[in-house]
T-cell receptor, first 111, second 109 residues
Framework: QQQVKQSPQSLIVQKGGISIINCAYE??????FPWYQQFPGKGPALLIA?????SEKKEGRFTISFNKSAKQFSLHIMDSQPGDSATYFC??????????FGTGTSLTVIP | VTQNPRYLITVTGKKLTVTCSQN?????MSWYRQDPGMGLRLIYY???????DKGEVPNGYNVSRSTTEDFPLRLLSAAPSQTSVYFC???????????FGPGTRLTVL
C-alpha cells in the first residue's frame, strides 16, 4: 500500500513554464513533508520541505503548497529551466523516523 | 555519506555486504532500495549506535550499528528480487535534513 501517492509519473514543460507535481497522503500522523531532487546516477538531495503548520513555503523558484484538510501537497517550479530536468520525489515522515516516498516524477524541461 | 561498492553483480544464494559510512556525527542512518516505479522504500534504520529497526521491506536483509559512523547492509542469501539500487542516508536528528549516499547498483543473477 502506497503511503504517499504522487502524480504525474512524467512531465514535459517548456523552458520558462511552471512545473507542478502533486502528492497525497492518508496518515494524519505525518508531520514533515520534504521534496527531493535526483539526477541520474546520484542520490536524492533535499530540495525543500514543509511542516503542516504552514500552507506554503517558497525558496527561490521552488514552492510547496500544503493543504492539510485535503491531505495534499504540491511542488511548483516557476520559470522552469533545462537544468531542472530530474526526477522529483515527495515524501512524508512521522516523528519516529519512518520516511515514505512517492513513486517519483520524471521532469523534462525543453529548451 | 559514502557507500561501497558502487556496482555489484552476484549470483543467487551469495552472501554480501554493502558498506555505508558518514563523518558528520549523525545519529540517524537508514537504508533504502529504489526500484523503477516504486520510489524509495525503507529497509532498515538506526536511531543511534547500537540500535536498529525494521522499515517497510526488511526481509532478506540484516544491519548492525556498532559505531556512529558505520551502518553496513548485509544480504544473507542474495535473490534476483533484490536486484535494485540501494541508498544509505544519514541525518543529525529526526527533524533534520537527510543526506543520501551515491547509491549501490546491485544485480543478482
Amino acid at each position: 500500500q502506497q503511503q504517499v501517492k504522487q502524480s504525474p509519473q512524467s512531465l514535459i514543460v517548456q523552458k520558462g513554464g511552471i512545473s507542478i507535481i502533486n502528492c497525497a497522503y492518508e496518515n494524519t500522523a505525518f508531520d514533515y513533508f520534504p521534496w527531493y531532487q535526483q539526477f541520474p546516477g546520484k542520490g536524492p538531495a533535499l530540495l525543500i520541505a514543509i511542516r503542516p503548520d504552514v500552507s506554503e513555503k517558497k525558496e527561490g523558484r521552488f514552492t510547496i503548497s500544503f493543504n492539510k484538510s485535503a491531505k495534499q501537497f504540491s511542488l511548483h517550479i516557476m520559470d522552469s529551466q533545462p537544468g531542472d530536468s530530474a526526477t522529483y520525489f515527495c515524501a512524508a515522515s512521522t516523528t519516529g523516523n519512518q520516511f515514505y516516498f512517492g513513486t517519483g516524477t520524471s521532469l523534462t524541461v525543453i529548451p | 555519506v559514502t557507500q561501497n561498492p558502487r556496482y555489484l553483480i552476484t549470483v543467487t544464494g551469495k552472501k554480501l555486504t554493502v558498506t555505508c559510512s558518514q563523518n558528520m556525527n549523525h545519529e540517524y542512518m537508514s537504508w533504502y532500495r529504489q526500484d523503477p516505479g516504486m520510489g524509495l522504500r525503507l529497509i532498515y534504520y538506526s536511531a543511534s549506535e547500537g540500535t536498529t529497526d525494521k522499515g517497510e521491506v526488511p526481509n532478506g536483509y540484516n544491519v548492525s550499528r556498532s559505531t556512529t559512523e558505520d551502518f553496513p547492509l548485509r544480504l544473507l542469501s542474495a535473490a534476483p528480487s533484490q536486484t535494485s539500487v540501494y541508498f544509505c542516508a544519514s541525518r543529525r536528528t529526526v527533524r533534520n535534513e537527510q543526506f543520501f549516499g551515491p547509491g549501490t547498483r546491485l544485480t543478482v543473477l
